[in-house]
Structures are given as C-alpha cells and as structure tokens.
C-alpha cells in the first residue's frame, strides 16, 4: 500500500524502502497517480488470494485493516477462481487464538517477538505457497508480552483467545485508565459493554507520545475482580450461627455492640483495647488519609502496615524512581546495575526501556541476585549482599567499570528494605553513589527504586506506618483486615504459632473484620483458628474499576482514576465505610478517648517539603510557588553533599543471599484479584509446567 510513482521510473517504487534523497534527483513523486491506484488494486487483489470471506464472523471484523484497505484501494471483482489456500491452527497458548489461513504474512508479530519481547518463539518457514507463520516445533509463545501481537495483527489470524465471539469493536464504550498491577501506572483503554469490562488495550502516553506496550497481567487479570466467587453481600459469623446479606445499619451497629460488651462493659478499664487495622497496599490516598484521622481523633484505633518496609521517608528520593530513570538519562548512561531487581516482572515498562537502550549498544547490565533472562545480554556478579559492599568499599574488580562510566544507574526495590539489614543496605548505596561519582551537584537522585504495587509511594509518603506484629495481634481485641491486606508478614506469623513458637493468647475471644471484594476462605479459616478469632464480620467493598481514588506512583506522579463501571449488590466503597465507621463512633457515647483529646496534629513526616519551607526564610520571595522551589537546589545539594564526609554510625550487614520473591509472574503478585483470574491460572499452569527450580 505503499508504493509510489517515480518520473521516469518503469515501474512503481516501496516508498518506505527506499531513500528520498536518490529519488528527488531523478524528478517528481506522484502518490495519486492512475498507475499508483493500479498497483495497488494488484497488491490487495495479491492479499485477497488466500484470505477467506469470513468477516460476518471474525473477532477483528470492525478493526480489520485489511476491511480499510480494499474499501479505499480495493477492486469488486477478482480474476482468480480456484481453491483457497488452508492452514493448520498453531497453539500459541491460552492468550492468543490463531486462524493462520487468515494470515497474509506481514511478519509484525515475527519482527514483535525477536526485537521487543526477546523470545525468538515465532517465525516463517516455508517459501511461496507454502510459507506459514508459526513456532518451528509445537510449543507455546512464552513472553509476558505475547498479548500486544493480538493489536498489531492487522487481519483476525491472532485474536483473543479468552473473550472470542464477543462483541463488535462499534459497540463498545471506551474509557481512560491506568495499569493497576504495578507502581508504574502504564495507560490503559477500558472497553465496557452493559457495565461490563470487555476487554483492556493499551494507551497513549502524552510524556513520549507514543502507545506503551502492556503485559499479559494487565490485559486480562481484570477478571479476577469480577470473578463468580467475588462476595457481594455482607455477613457476620458467630460460633453458633451466620446472618448474610443484613443492612449496612445493622452490621455497623453489630460491630460497635460486639466491642462494647467484649471490652467496655466486661473489663472497666480507663484504658480502652486496641482495634488494629491492617491495610494492603493498593489503598488510595483519600482512604489513607481518613483513617489516619480517625486513629489521631480515637487513639484506639490502630494503623498497621501488612509488609515490612523499613525505608527512610524523610526524602522523597529514598523510594521513589527517580528522575535519572528518563529516556534521556538512559540514553547517556553505558552502565546499570539491577540489585535484588527481576525487571521483566516487576516493571516490564522498566525492561523494555533498557532492552532498547542495550540493543543500541556500548550498554552493560549487571545484576546481583538470582539468574534470570531480561530478554537481553547481562552479567550477573553474585546473589550475596556482602559483594555490593566490597564494590562500594572499592575492592571489586567490577569498580573500574563504574569510575569510567558515564552516568551509571542504579535500580534496586521495595523488596530489598524488607530485609533486617536495611539501614546499612542503603548506607552502602549511598557510599557506591559517592564513590562512583555518581552524585552530582545538579542531580541528587541515584539510587531508583522500583515499588511493585499500585500505591507503596503514597504510603510511604504519607508517613512510616508500622508493621502488624504479634505485640499488636495480643493488645487488640479486633482486628480489621481492609484490601486483602494477607501478607507473607502475616503468614508467617500463622506459621509461628502453629509451631507453638510464639506464645497463645489467652481464652479471650476476638473479632476478626475483613474488608475486601474477594475471600480466601481456606486463609480465613486458618487466622480465625490461630488467632482466637470466633466472630467474623465481612464488608464487601468496590474493586480498582468500581471506585473513584487518587495514587502516587513509583515515579512520585499523583495519578487520579475515574469510576468505570457500577458496583452491584452491598458494595460501597472504602471511602463510604470509613466515613460510617466515623458517623458511629461519634453516636456511640461509650466509644470515649480516654488517654488524648480530640486533636488531629501536624505530620512533618516527609522533612523535605519541611527543609524547603524553612529555607524560604532567608529569600526576599512575596509568594510560594513552583518556581521557587528551584532557588533553594543548590543550597540543598551541597548540605546533602557535606553530609557524607561525616563519619557515619556502623550498621550491620547480613551476608545472607538476596531473596527473589516473584517466583510466579501471573499469581505471586501483591494484588490477590491476579488469583482469581481463570486466565492467570492457566497461564500459571504452563508456565509452572515448562519451569522449574532448575531452569531460570
């Protein structure tokens, strides 16, 4: 469709193949001639040869580029009569569904799979009649990526195998959103018919301008939020008896009862016992923000984190990806070096960054922590934590390639600061950052760390929840679980005391609430009977797409998401269940703070924006805006630059190996609804069946 007429040219020229620079010097270009307009006819009626007429029922019909093509370019008649050619369907896996006679071989997905996902899976054989686009042996097209060839196939040969025969493309509501299954919030298009969510595409990006790519996750984990197990009504389970579906009214007032006559009235204590609530991590920041409320108005309250993460917030550049992870950064840079880090996993759009960087060349990667395949050539130095040390101390025959290299980068994660040893983990990235040179006055942030879920940032920029533990699960009399907030943490807690290690609570009976739209039953089961709880309160409350919410990604961006489709049954939001939470407890007379009274103080918890605001003292400046923030870099970079030639406190440092946490890319995430996806599960099953612990 791209050929073009040349002056004096006998026949037509492939305009993308060939250099405009040769072509002006021999004369003019005609794109709309009659012979144009000819060849072209000839091209389609070419690709028209084998192709069958199915369009009535083919998934692409509506988006078929081939449907454009012969509208505009086409002929309404042909000069061939004989049989059309037939192809053997491949098995691709669950993802994609192929009709190969469809297939005019335009080898996008061929060129997709070797020069952007990295797995040479897919290729042509054959010559003339006989070409055919398939894998060389019968196996499956194993990328995190393998859904985007279903967008790039131009013909319905590669469609969607988990939603055939659907919908039509002009039926569909589209809508704006974000990837909800990591902190770097990819754009995403939703497809909605009848207050359903058809299917996910990806979307513009206006920072690069161009369409990201998305992963398998992202595409088609959505099910697993409206899965037929989804609970959709509240209950409240005794040792005797259940009640379902009882009204908002009744179960809050069942709630605030049960902690009345279980603490207020059998023990006449001044002091009342505590109510921990564990929160997952995928909590917006309106929600986080009115239950940090409610715990400064009521102290009783108690805020709890499910992970671990010891991470200094005080600077926003201690947890953050920072901004020396921009295109242009990575394209100056020649070195990187993953610490704890599986990229292709834990931020595709990371991975495919550096994949790109890499191919152009003069790129090395090196990695510390297990083997693994980035798609892409890297060297791996150790999994043992005391090598880093050694290269930062400058006694590895690695730091001459960090010395002579220009604009080095560092990328590590969330999951590193999970560990005992934290604190001294990030004094030896900063001494790697000062001894490679890598801190400059005019940039201050190095070290990048990739989150793994949607709102770890705006967590940690709030402020340092505390992590649950067993001191906690012994004070409170209720514990109140919101967004599957079921942690490893957690487990091993369970885990503990199913040992006998940790010491069992005594005959009181507790209350066990959990806040969430899916349910582990066999979880459930096993904390209620390890943790002495026999009352069970469920509130069902709205999924990702069902709720209005703000979030901060790993890049620091405040990311706002718009409710797409209707909620059904008793879901409310968590906004609207702590809003009652908080109506309640100001009826309830007995629900009285005893130990503080009813102030809500000020949180300078993030000393950065509280350093700025002190500097601005010393400026003659009339107002606060965001252009006076830039009159205080230097002065700031050189106080953080004066702070490493103090000798700093000795920190321990384990010489553990650096555990790789994401075994499972399809169900070992830290968002729970990826577990009730039939799509992710089938995935998982191949995956596990042609993985091993002894492969990569």
Not at 186 to 212: A, D, H, Y
Not at 316 to 325: H, I, K, T
Not at 650 to 674: A, E, G, P, T, V
Request: proline share 2%.
């Amino acid at each position: 469709m791209c050929l073009v007429e040349l002056k004096n040219s006998p026949k037509p020229i492939v305009s993308c193949a060939m250099n405009a620079k040769s072509c002006l010097a021999n004369g003019d270009i005609y794109t709309n001639s009659t012979l144009v307009k000819k060849a072209r006819e000839n091209v389609l009626e070419f690709l028209l040869l084998n192709h069958p007429l199915d369009c009535p029922i083919c998934d692409q019909g509506g988006e078929c580029d081939l449907q454009d093509q012969s509208l505009f370019f086409g002929l309404t008649k042909k000069r061939f009569f004989n049989f059309k050619r037939i192809v053997l369907n491949k098995n691709l896996g669950p993802i994609v569904k192929t009709v190969m006679t469809r297939c005019i071989h335009c080898t996008r997905c061929v060129r997709f799979a070797t020069e952007i996902a990295g797995t040479d899976d897919i290729g042509m054989f054959g010559r003339g009649l006989q070409s055919e686009i398939g894998t060389y042996v019968n196996k499956m097209f194993k990328s995190e990526l393998s859904g985007n060839v279903i967008d790039l196939c131009p013909v319905g040969a590669l469609t969607s195998k988990p939603y055939p025969f659907v919908n039509r493309n002009w039926e569909l509501k589209n809508l704006k959103s974000f990837d909800f299954s990591d902190g770097l919030s990819t754009p995403i298009q939703l497809f909605i018919k009848n207050n359903q969510i058809v299917k996910i595409l990806p979307g513009f990006e206006q920072k690069i301008w161009k369409t990201n790519w998305i992963t398998d996750k992202t595409r088609f984990a959505f099910d697993g939020m409206f899965s037929p197990t989804r609970i959709i009504s509240n209950f409240l389970q005794t040792k005797k008896k259940s009640f379902d579906n009882l009204s908002w009214q009744k179960i809050l007032k069942e709630f605030f009862y049960i902690l009345y006559f279980k603490t207020h009235l059998s023990q006449h204590y001044y002091k009342p016992k505590q109510i921990t609530i564990c929160l997952g991590e995928n909590t917006s920041i309106e929600v986080l923000n009115l239950l940090k409320a409610l715990t400064q108005k009521y102290s009783f309250f108690k805020l709890r984190k499910s992970s671990v993460h010891n991470v200094n917030n005080d600077l926003e550049q201690n947890y953050l990806l920072n901004s020396s992870l921009n295109d242009s950064k990575i394209k100056n840079s020649n070195i990187c070096l993953l610490i704890g880090l599986n990229p292709r996993y834990e931020g595709s759009k990371l991975n495919l960054k550096l994949r790109t960087r890499h191919l152009k060349g003069n790129f090395k990667v090196f990695t510390l922590s297990s083997l693994m395949d980035l798609t892409f050539l890297n060297t791996n130095i150790s999994s043992n934590i005391k090598i880093l040390q050694s290269i930062a101390e400058g006694n590895s025959v690695h730091c001459q390639n960090f010395v002579n290299a220009s604009s080095p980068l560092i990328v590590t994660n969330n999951e590193m600061f999970q560990r005992a040893d934290s604190r001294g983990l990030a004094t030896v990235l900063k001494t790697l950052t000062v001894n490679a040179k890598i801190v400059s006055k005019s940039d201050t942030n190095c070290v990048n760390i990739l989150s793994s879920t949607l709102n770890e940032s705006g967590f940690l920029n709030l402020k340092n929840f505390k992590t649950i533990t067993n001191k906690d699960i012994k004070k409170s009399c209720c514990i109140f679980f919101v967004n599957n907030s079921f942690s490893p943490n957690l487990k091993k807690l369970l885990n503990l005391k199913l040992l006998n290690f940790l010491q069992k609570d005594k005959a009181t009976t507790k209350m066990l609430v959990t806040q969430t739209n899916n349910l582990d039953a066999r979880l459930v089961s096993k904390i209620k009977k390890n943790l002495n709880l026999h009352t069970h309160l469920h509130f069902p409350n709205a999924n990702f797409f069902e709720t209005t919410g703000t979030y901060i990604n790993t890049e620091g961006n405040f990311i706002k998401n718009t409710k797409a489709v209707a909620s059904f049954g008793q879901i409310k939001t968590d906004w609207q269940i702590t809003k009652k939470l908080l109506s309640y407890c100001s009826k309830l007379l007995f629900i009285n703070d005893f130990l503080k009274p009813n102030k809500i103080g000020f949180s300078s918890s993030n000393n950065y924006y509280y350093k700025n605001f002190i500097s601005f003292h010393y400026y003659a400046i009339s107002n606060l805006n965001s252009s006076a923030f830039k009159l205080i870099t230097n002065s700031s970079n050189q106080r953080l630059l004066k702070l490493f030639k103090f000798k700093s406190t000795q920190k321990k440092l384990h010489s553990s190996q650096i555990r790789f946490w994401l075994n499972d890319f399809y169900l070992d995430s830290k968002d729970f609804n990826h577990k009730n996806s039939s799509t992710m599960i089938q995935c998982s099953k191949l995956f596990r069946l042609n993985n091993t612990n002894f492969k990569f």
